[in-house]
């Protein structure tokens, strides 16, 4: 089974610095998406970025970027200028395709933005 | 995207009795899936709902506590049967649009309180 981590349970940032949000997962698929999900306090979830496993680049998304080192199966998600709008649960998921969709999330980190 | 509504948004309950959790589509989709969120802890997948024959399950989850219908592409519901403080969590429903991109919306979820 795939399995995703999320090591910081918890983390705060200063309005307008970057922050770095960390994901691992185990898995033996060579093709396969990661994503990155937003979930404002009270507020539905949301697609933050989205990274295709054979895809060397790395996904930007306006102020959000992902550093993915898929020999490493590490996909972290960089913040830069950090916006209030931004405090959230933040998780990141596993899918692969042609398999129902099935999707693994992680833990979520909990990102508190510091005015 | 897509818009999905869920009903109730909350809702508490007394132990031992079962709700049923609605949820609309805007538009039709190809695959809706119902997911648990417990208090501080990552989604779970319940169920995949199929239109015209019975749900798949997920390890951990049986039809009778949580039996899904889904009549069209627009619509299904989950009921959580004979409910007991275990069963308090937030209820997702979430679409795939586009298998070949993978991307889930959710709803805003039903957050479900049981005494």
């Known amino acids: 089974a795939q399995t995703v981590t999320q090591s910081q349970p918890e983390m705060s940032v200063q309005e307008a610095e970057t922050v770095t949000l960390s994901c691992t997962y185990d898995?033996?698929?060579?093709?396969?998406?990661l994503f990155w999900y937003k979930q404002p306090p009270s507020r539905q979830m949301i697609l933050v970025i989205r990274?295709?496993?054979?895809?060397?680049q790395n996904a930007t998304e306006n102020r959000f970027s992902v550093n993915f080192q898929k020999a490493a199966k590490s996909f972290s998600l960089k913040i830069s200028d950090s916006q209030l709008g931004d405090t959230a649960m933040y998780f990141c998921a596993f899918m692969r395709p042609y398999t129902g969709n099935q999707f693994y999330f992680g833990t979520g980190t909990s990102l508190t933005v510091i005015p | 995207s897509a818009v999905i509504s869920q009903k109730p948004s909350r809702d508490i309950c007394q132990r031992g009795t079962s709700l049923t959790i609605q949820c609309q589509v805007d538009?039709?989709?190809?695959?809706m899936f119902w997911y648990r969120q417990q208090p501080g802890q990552s989604l779970t997948l319940i169920a995949t709902?199929?239109?015209?024959?019975?749900?798949?399950?997920e390890s951990g989850f049986v039809i009778d506590k949580f039996p899904i219908s889904r009549p069209n592409l627009t619509f299904s519901t989950l009921t959580v049967s004979n409910m007991s403080p275990e069963d308090s969590s937030i209820y997702l429903c979430?679409?795939?649009?586009?298998?070949?991109?993978?991307?889930?919306?959710f709803g805003e979820g039903s957050r479900l309180t049981v005494l």
């Open positions: 979430s679409v795939a649009r586009d298998l070949n991109t993978g991307e889930l919306f």
């Open positions: 898995t033996s698929e060579n093709n396969y998406y």
């Open positions: 538009s039709q989709v190809t695959m």
């Open positions: 709902a199929n239109q015209g024959s019975e749900a798949t399950y």
């Open positions: 990274q295709e496993a054979y895809k060397q």
